[in-house]
């Protein structure tokens, strides 16, 4: 209701920049209203009601987030995003993570794409990063949109700095890959292995909550558990009501998750979205 209010008002969109999907019903469009960087009653990055859900479940369950982002969707640019929360950022950097995700929501962008659309892409959103939030926030590993990059793609990545990326490798049932990753790698990935294939280490996103209803979710948690470790992705665009397909027991899914991991793994797994820490 704050941010819906001010959207009246007509302000210079200036908003929280994330994954909002492709469907958008005219309803969702008017988020990409909402401008809270200048906002009186709107001083914290955590004003924001996506990630002060984040903090809330960093608070309770100790909770490690890595939010992947574009540089534009329609009408704004991530260089548009305001700096003033910079130092609260960088306060928050032990458990709040960023990264290059794709410039932007495309199909499959980089699935034939050369080294320079990759690298200077990937190095625009690093740059952002860097400049609102500060080198401690920028994320060494990333889940590039759609999961696909050519040889030379992945050269560009890796001159970018990272050094882990997170991919979709299907089941035993319904084997995949990512990356162009061939079968033999893709099946060790599968079956929860970090695998290092030249100068990157590649893993596999064991769940995305969104996928799910809650029920499903605690049956595929539980064949997950002889694992080391688990990769937990959820897309943003659920958390909006205004999203035709909004989920409203988004923040619950989260919560059952991280409370089941808890009991079964222990805190120390407990680690969203990215796997820097394990390599």
């Not at 009246?8 to 492709?22: A, I, V, Y």
């Not at 994320?139 to 001159?159: P, Q, R, S």
């Not at 539980?222 to 937990?232: E, G, P, S």
Request: charged content about 25%; proline content about 3%.
């Amino acid at each position: 209701d704050f941010l819906r209010n001010y959207s009246e008002k007509n302000p210079l969109r200036c908003h929280m920049p994330g994954h909002h999907g492709k469907h958008i019903s005219a309803e969702l469009s008017q988020l990409y209203r909402f401008d809270i960087t200048e906002i009186s009653g709107a001083d914290s990055l955590f004003s924001h009601p996506y990630p002060a859900m984040y903090k809330r479940l960093h608070e309770k369950y100790g909770l490690k987030v890595q939010m992947n982002l574009f540089y534009e969707m329609p009408g704004f640019e991530l260089s548009s995003f305001s700096d003033k929360y910079k130092e609260e950022w960088q306060n928050n950097c032990d458990w709040l993570k960023l990264s290059f995700h794709s410039r932007l929501e495309n199909e499959k962008p980089y699935e034939f794409s050369d080294y320079k659309e990759v690298y200077d892409d990937c190095s625009q959103v690093n740059k952002e990063i860097k400049r609102f939030a500060g080198l401690p926030l920028l994320a060494k590993t990333t889940t590039v949109h759609y999961c696909m990059a050519t040889k030379e793609g992945l050269n560009a990545l890796i001159d970018n700095d990272l050094v882990g990326l997170l991919g979709l490798f299907g089941s035993a049932e319904e084997p995949g890959t990512s990356y162009s990753i061939d079968e033999a790698n893709a099946k060790s990935i599968r079956n929860g292995e970090i695998v290092k294939l030249g100068k990157i280490y590649f893993a596999g996103i064991d769940i995305i909550l969104n996928c799910y209803s809650k029920q499903e979710i605690l049956k595929r948690l539980d064949n997950l558990t002889a694992r080391n470790n688990i990769k937990v992705m959820i897309h943003e665009q659920y958390f909006y009501k205004y999203y035709i397909r909004y989920q409203p027991d988004f923040e619950e899914k989260l919560s059952q998750a991280f409370e089941f991991l808890i009991n079964n793994l222990g805190l120390e797994n407990l680690d969203c979205s990215h796997f820097a820490a394990k390599l």
